[in-house]
């Protein structure tokens, strides 16, 4: 037997929560190191339960399970974060990886694609159920990767001319996070250069909603 | 309960009113000034020319006595030598006793400025009034005594009137007799001229005021006219507003309810029926498992979870055709992505979707007014235009946001042949009204004709930039 496999399971439906627990922990290789009912939660527990996988809901108050996976990998990158949800939108699963996710489940798949999913992400790959009736498939589109909310905050404050340090102060995370998001964005909106993002977004109003002006 | 509006706030009918009233108002001012001063002025005219025509005739008359006087003295006068005593005194006689009228009298005056003759202020007589001047300091005396040197002429000045004791303005005819060096001359007062030409001043003055009055009123007719009819086209304006309002309600209503009938039939129709036919099989499944029939019970419990699957996803379907979570969880991008991909495929109709990367930065509102928006619009499309070509843009930039949706069909039927589809237009119309947005339709440029459907939301309806904890 291999070393089992601790995972967190974060929603706010009770329910759904403890049926899925219990089904976990009649696999002998997993365990199941707490259940908890929002992204907020997780933030705030993870680092002490030290999940190898989480399986995340997306709809929950006070943080949702996209904002949640993207705040939590930044703290953890090794953590696998499976997207278990009722929504079979081609566009949550490119929302999803696009947030960091390495699966994403549909809640009323059999349980053993779940125990597959965990299997899946624990050895480094992605999984994407099937779907209930086969309309799940991960549409890559021709539109362009949209910016996550987290890279669309860094962006903001970039464009108000923030340096990578005070960024990394503001949001409390690491310079190298900050250096990393601000890569991918300037890779998804092909921007080269820091004023072309502060033109970028004051082009398409996105300061201008702010009400505080630059 | 809908409120009443406040009545003081000028609708469309009252300004319209005020802008036809101040002209009004304007106009027949100008005209009452205009009218009153050329009334004066004619008057004027005319009451001088009648002072004039009135003293003129005294005038004249006022030689007519003297020359009178004159020829029934002339026998004496023509023969007599100028130290002729007897047949001077002969001549003040007669010009003492030619008194007429109430206040007519002859007077004579030697060059001296003695006076010789005045029969009706006898105290006058034999008294020097060199230098008599009258109330407003006009030398009298002096002034005949001049014009009798020179022949004959007029005077005018205040005289006590002996009829009256008040002074009054008097004319005067002089003539002179060099031989005596004598003035005779008489006078009448012309007060009663004055008063007759005041008199008439008077009456010009009460005319024009008279004819103010008049304009007066008939200009506050032709207000109380406009008004009345202002605040009628009003009520009438808002009876036709709260009748479009009451169809308006009632229109939400019938949607509403028939939306609930439909829901209503998808839950019992379907959702409630599988679940039912999931409780048989599980049923089954149990009572097969009392009786220790294992292997049997599973069929029945893998049929029941298959039923549940399906109604999981009946569900999932009602859910989402009655609100999209996309668009409440991702945004207003994601969801038209979705629509419009849900779009072609059904429809077959070549759809593109482009927008920018920004995800949920418009408010509830409007996220849930564009969506519907461009649902409506896919509809038409879909229904009318033939087209085979969609493209749907969200984007947002300096001024707020902006939807397009161009087809390249055959364009908006003609205004009146727009029965059906002038709902769902008029819809959309409210829709971004009420979010302070403007909606325009146009037809499209491209050169197979088409449409374009553009909706435009102001900057107020993006969200302050989020932090993550949202």
Redo the contacts between chains.
């Keep these: 037997m291999t070393k089992t496999i601790r995972v967190l399971i974060v929603d706010d439906h009770p329910m759904v929560a403890e049926g899925l627990q219990s089904i976990l922990e009649s696999y002998d290789d997993i365990e199941v190191v707490g259940s908890l009912s929002n992204g ?1 939660e997780a933030v705030e527990r993870a680092a002490d339960l030290a999940p190898d996988v989480i399986l995340m809901d ?2 929950m108050p ?3 399970g ?2 949640a996976t ?2 939590l990998l930044e703290r953890a990158p090794a953590t696998r974060i499976i997207i278990l949800t ?7 699963i ?2 999803a990886l696009n947030h960091g996710a390495m699966g994403y489940i549909l ?2 798949v ?1 349980t053993d694609e779940i125990k597959q999913a965990i299997d899946a992400v624990i050895q480094g790959n992605k999984y994407l159920c099937t779907g ?2 086969g309309s799940l498939k991960p ?1 890559d ?7 996550t ?2 890279e ?2 860094i962006l ?1 404050e970039l464009a108000q001319g923030k340096s990578n340090k005070e960024v990394a102060q503001r ?1 409390d995370i690491s310079v190298r996070t900050v250096e990393t998001h601000r890569k991918n964005i300037k890779r ?2 092909d921007i080269s250069s820091t004023a072309g993002l502060t033109r970028y977004a ?11 002006g630059l | 309960m809908r409120l009443l509006p406040p009545l003081i706030r000028p609708n469309y009918a009252q300004k319209l009113s005020l802008l036809a009233t101040l002209p009004l108002i304007i106009a027949v001012a100008a005209i009452a000034v205009l009218v009153a001063y050329q009334s004066r002025a004619l008057a004027e005219r005319e009451i001088q020319a009648l002072e004039k025509q009135l003293l003129e005739a005294k005038k004249a008359e006022l030689r007519n006595y003297v020359t009178q006087a004159r020829n029934g003295f002339s026998f004496i006068y023509g023969r007599a030598h100028p130290d002729d005593e007897a047949a001077k005194t002969q001549v003040t006689q007669i010009l003492s006793s030619m008194i007429y009228g109430t206040d007519g009298f002859f007077f004579v005056y030697d060059y001296d400025g003695t006076n010789l003759v005045s029969p009706r202020q006898t105290e006058f007589i034999n008294q020097n009034w060199s230098g008599l001047t009258d109330s407003n300091g006009v030398p009298v005396v002096d002034e005949f005594i001049r014009l009798a040197r020179g022949g004959a002429g007029w005077h005018s000045f205040m005289w006590q009137k002996p009829s009256t004791g008040k002074p009054a303005q008097m004319v005067a005819y002089v003539v002179g007799l060099q031989d005596w060096q004598w003035a005779v001359g008489t006078g009448v007062f012309i007060d009663d001229v004055l008063a007759s030409v005041a008199t008439a001043r008077a009456e010009v003055e009460v005319r024009v005021q008279r004819t103010f009055v008049y304009i007066g009123a008939i200009a506050l007719t032709a207000l109380i006219v406009v008004f009345a009819s202002g605040m009628i086209l009003n009520i009438r304006e808002r009876r036709l507003a709260d009748a479009k309002l009451k169809e308006l309600t009632q229109r939400v209503f019938d949607t509403q309810e028939e939306e609930r009938g439909r829901v209503a039939r998808e839950l019992h129709d379907g959702i409630s029926q599988l679940l039912v036919g999931v409780r048989f099989t599980l049923d089954n499944a149990r009572r097969r498992m009392a009786r220790g029939d294992h292997d049997n019970a599973l069929a029945p419990l893998d049929k029941g ?1 298959d039923h ?2 399906t109604a ?2 009946e569900v ?1 379907r009602i859910s ?1 055709d009655l609100r ?3 668009l409440d ?2 945004g207003l ?3 038209l ?2 629509l419009t ?1 849900d779009f072609a495929t059904r429809t077959g109709i070549d759809t ?10 418009l408010d509830q509102d409007s996220k849930i007014a564009l969506y519907r928006i461009a649902q409506e619009a896919l509809t038409n499309v879909e229904r009318h235009s033939g087209a085979s070509h969609v493209t749907v843009d969200l ?7 902006t939807l397009r949706i161009t087809d390249n069909g055959s364009g908006l039927p003609k205004r009146q042949d727009r029965v059906g589809s002038g709902i769902g237009l008029r819809n959309m119309q409210e829709r971004i009204e009420q979010l302070d947005g403007t909606l325009n339709i146009l037809p499209s440029t491209g050169t197979r004709g088409g449409t374009v459907i553009q909706a435009r939301l102001p ?1 107020s309806h ?9």
């Design positions: 907020r997306l709809n006070d943080l949702g996209l904002s993207e705040i009722m929504h079979d939108s081609p566009e949550y490119s929302s809640k009323d059999p209930a009736k549409k589109g021709n539109a362009r990767e949209a910016l909310n987290r669309q905050t903001l949001l998804k909106l004051l082009e398409y109003g996105m300061l201008q909603g702010t009400g505080a | 979870l549940l699957g999981i996803f999932r989402r999209p979570a996309v969880d991702l991008g994601p969801a992505k979705a991909e593109d979707f482009t927008t920018v990367v920004f995800s949920n930065r984007r947002g930039h300096s001024k707020g946001a900057l993006l969200l302050p930039p989020g932090n993550e904890f949202n």
